[in-house]
DNA sequence: CCCATCAAGATTGCATACAATTTAGCCACG
DNA sequence: CGTGGCTAAATTGTATGCAATCTTGATGGG
């Protein structure tokens, strides 16, 4: 198990220590430090962050209800083993989602928010730029990141989890059925879109969103390769 | 607290039993037994289900990840309380989804599933007849059963799931703001809604559903009455 | 060589114990 | 009569213990 390595949140506070270990666990999971299938033990997750069983726990079991780690009773804990069904549904939602997000954001964009995507567009470059893994799990998480922007910009906190929970989600897909690396044409769609949002145009940041997404799911290959999926499910890991 | 009228599940299995509670409270909170604001000790919960306070507070988190129920440090869950805002957003998300899971149904549509609306409406109209508390609440949960019945029917699990949130939070915000009893409209527009599907004619479909939610938002009062409000927050039921 | 069996070890499900925090009641005081 | 503060009771946060279940690995038979 290899969490350990950036995962050392020293903002103690007196806060919830569940909430910290449902982060710090996402993170793993979204930048593929923690891949599909991994055993996620209590007492392991428990020793790594310095606490009880039940603090762990507790922290898996919200991811559970996220859909990033699967439960099983007396089993454990697992990173989820997405299906292409699944892979298909999440899209299928992101594409219902996503536009009404756009569309939300552009009611209420004002220049902050516009400094704020365009920052977060720099982010995404700069690693773009760049080798090595670190650099590349960076580049995913930022991609993400910037379609969790526009969704808190929509001024809509439900839609907001729900857009958490499919960028989430759509990162596990693309790292168990993604053909390419990262789409890098990703950073110039998402540059589309904030052009688009910029000039005002809602049915066109709309219309690129759709094909943005549309492209990350032709990026995939959801053949149905059953035997290594069977094989997964009872190897995992 | 009155949650123990109706509530005795004999269905031991060997199930999880912090989703047995998870249940049972959802129901009750959604068709009104437990009212927003109300406390939710867990030494309470657990003997009321006659299980530790470990599991019921592991059911008490499921729904606090729903919305249902309000988690605060230290003081314990609560029954939602959602403000004016936060209904608007409820129905807001209404809006962006449920249009999509009529198309998609509609797509999947065949005589069986036809056949099970149908009876789930004369359910609705069976209750709407009837009178006393008891109809009232089944009335409300059937109502809410027929948007999650065709929800089911979208072949879209996540879609599904957070039809099943915003239902839920939509039966706690009309508790709340609600200004007439249960729309008997609702039915109406339900039966409509089931007339275009049956015709083929999604375009109308996905109308009708989306006249229909603007109809049971327009039925609420969310009038700023911050005062209330505020007061309620301090005293919480 | 492969596979079934079974015991030992590991892990989960759940209850319980205890400290930390909050709430409620009470009394004194203004 | 209202108010502030103090103590006791109630409640939550968390760790831990034990039984039930699962996993692993060794052993023996086919």
Request: glycine share 6%; charged share 30%; with cysteine.
């Amino acid at each position: 198990m290899n969490i350990k390595e950036d995962i050392s949140l020293p903002e103690s506070a007196t806060e919830d220590r569940a909430l910290t270990i449902r982060d710090a666990l996402r993170n793993a999971i979204v930048d593929r430090r923690l891949t599909p299938g991994t055993k996620l033990t209590e007492s392991e997750v428990g020793a790594l962050f310095d606490v009880s069983r039940t603090v762990a726990r507790a922290g898996l079991q919200m991811l559970s209800f996220e859909g990033l780690v699967r439960l099983e009773r007396n089993r454990g804990a697992f990173v989820s083993n997405p299906t292409p069904e699944e892979a298909r549904q999440v899209f299928a939602s992101r594409r219902l989602i996503e536009p009404g997000v756009v569309m939300s954001a552009l009611e209420r964009l004002d220049a902050d928010k516009i400094a704020l995507l365009r920052r977060q567009l720099e982010e995404e470059s700069r690693y773009l730029n760049e080798r090595g893994p670190t650099a590349r799990r960076a580049e995913i998480k930022a991609s993400g990141d910037f379609h969790l922007l526009l969704a808190s910009m929509a001024g809509n906190a439900i839609l907001e989890k729900f857009m958490e929970e499919l960028i989430a989600r759509s990162s596990l897909v693309i790292a168990l059925y993604g053909r390419s690396g990262i789409s890098s044409c990703g950073h110039n769609e998402h540059m589309a879109v904030l052009a688009a949002l910029e000039a005002g145009d809602g049915e066109r940041a709309r219309d690129l969103m759709l094909h943005h997404i549309d492209h990350i799911e032709a990026d995939l290959d959801l053949q149905v390769r059953d035997v290594t999926r069977l094989k997964d499910a009872l190897d995992l890991a």
